[in-house]
């Protein structure tokens, strides 16, 4: 799928041979004329890469390409990869023709997705010119400008209908309207990387003008129809081990801060994060696997917590999805913890082991598969839209309506040993609140300490992290 890609922009793909023991391939396409714009395409622009790696494009001294039994592609996986490329190709040639600009819209957003991402993927296929987001009907959107069009089309026929991540934030790509995006601003929602002198502007002020634009331009009057996947062909292609679904790979200079959890996109054969973190520098004198569950839990849903028994200053946490652990990762690494810097990196494991029947634990490995306590269980929850790193500021919820300010800042103050320097019910909704301590390492303790505070018979308090502030 890797070779066939490469000849997909130009025509159909009619055949494909790997050569591997010779690290050669040969793609034959329907006609000369696709050949041609292949090979003249690949001379002028620059040479591909696979994985990384350059690779060169010629003609060939055969004519035609012959498939028996003892060739690689007789095997299922490569003809079910020229069928998903022939569908591919097919639904291409119903929608219109290709543009250098491509409007990307992320369905099913359960995890966040910024500007960063997206160029993180887009970038994989080809140089990109410039970028702008914008929200369109609580929808995260995209347009997306490369040099040219053969560029633009790679990056539409590879990426349209893909997982950012597993079973979530889906790429659904068109051909814009647009032939050229007049960025303002280079900042966290729109980038000129051609221009990269533009001042940044106010965000706010600098969104409104862009969907103004766009609305002008009437891009933006009518919402898209459904618009078909990358069908069952491709799906074939999948399940024979063509392509791993994740996706692709983010380079190794990719930042956790702006990958977020882009471990999820990766090449065949590359290292995924698994679900298991590193926790080491811990306070041993005062942290416990229930400490650990609910600081991480913030961020995922916690499975097992192991503090190592002849090395109590380290943890092992094992979160229900990848991306989760990445999450976790990006938001606690270097935080202070019981006055501690923490730190929090990918482990070798694959999963947190329970203690054998006779083996020393102290209680020091706990197992949390049953906890009511996971935020994140329900597919889809609201939490995944409030998840942001440690503040000084905490929400609350789950106030009984006969408690008092001074009660909750009382139970605060007692409970943690820290200072509350601000407090707000919420007008419209008594049962949250805001409460802010005086550091965010006051903040941390408070959240490990208070979440789940029993302030009723029927009410435990729940407690996260806010973006607002008193």
């Known amino acids: 799928m890797d070779v066939i890609h490469l000849g997909i922009p130009f025509g159909r793909v009619s055949n494909v041979l790997l050569l591997k023991g ?17 090979v003249d395409y690949y001379t002028n622009s620059g040479a ?15 004519k035609e390409l012959k498939t028996d039994s003892t060739h690689s592609n007789a095997h299922a996986s490569t003809q079910a990869a020229l069928q998903a490329a022939q569908a591919l190709l097919s639904q291409t040639e119903t929608q219109g023709g290709p543009n250098t600009v491509l409007r990307v819209i992320v369905d099913n957003q359960i995890y966040p997705v910024t500007l960063d991402v997206l160029y993180q993927i887009f970038s994989r296929v080809g140089k990109i010119l410039k970028i702008i987001t914008f929200t369109k009907n609580n929808t995260f959107q995209a347009l997306i400008q490369y040099p040219d069009v053969i560029t633009a089309q790679a990056a539409k026929l590879s990426l349209n209908g893909q997982n950012i991540y597993n079973a979530c934030c889906t790429l659904r790509i068109e051909y814009s309207k647009l ?3 007049n960025v303002k601003y280079n900042n966290d929602k729109s980038r000129d990387f051609t221009n990269p002198n533009l001042m940044s502007g106010d965000p706010a002020l600098d969104m409104m003008g862009i969907t103004g634009n766009l609305g002008s331009m009437g891009i933006l009057a009518s919402p898209f129809g459904p618009v078909p996947g990358l069908g069952s062909p491709l799906a074939a292609a999948y399940a024979a081990g063509a392509l791993a679904l994740g996706g692709f790979a983010l380079p190794p200079t990719a930042t956790s801060a702006t990958a977020l959890g882009l471990s999820g996109l990766r090449l065949p054969g590359q290292p995924m994060l698994g679900c298991v973190l590193l926790v080491s520098n811990l306070n041993e004198q005062m942290v416990t696997p229930d400490a650990l569950f609910i600081l991480f839990g913030v961020y995922g849903d916690v499975i097992r917590v192991k503090i190592l028994f002849s090395k109590k ?11 989760q652990a990445q999450l976790a ?19 070798k494991h694959q999963v ?12 020091l490995t706990k197992d949390f598969t049953s906890s009511p306590l996971h935020r994140f269980k329900k597919p889809g929850s609201k939490n995944y839209q409030n998840i942001y790193p440690p503040t000084a500021t905490l929400h609350l919820s789950n106030i009984p309506p006969n408690i008092t300010e001074e009660e909750i800042k009382d139970a605060f103050t007692n409970k943690t040993g820290g200072n509350v320097v601000a407090f707000k019910f ?7 609140a805001l409460i802010q301590m005086r550091s965010v390492e006051e903040a941390v303790t408070a959240l490990i300490k208070m979440h789940n505070h029993q302030l009723s018979e029927s009410n435990h308090l729940r407690v996260s992290f806010s973006k607002s502030t008193i």
Do not use: C, W, Y
């Open 329 to 347: 990762m990006t938001h606690l690494d270097k935080i202070i913890v019981f006055g501690k810097q923490i730190r929090v990196t990918p482990s």
């Open 22 to 38: 010779k690290n050669q391939a040969f793609l034959e396409m329907v006609d000369d004329a696709a050949a041609s714009s292949m």
């Open 48 to 62: 591909p890469l696979i994985r990384g790696q350059t690779v060169f494009v010629q003609f060939s001294n055969h």
């Open 313 to 323: 200053d380290n943890a092992l946490i094992q979160l229900a999805e990848p991306q």
């Open 352 to 363: 947190v082991q329970m203690p054998k029947e006779g083996q020393p634990d102290a209680g």
């Open 426 to 432: 919420f007008p419209k909704d008594p049962k949250m």
């Open 179 to 181: 032939t050229n995006l």
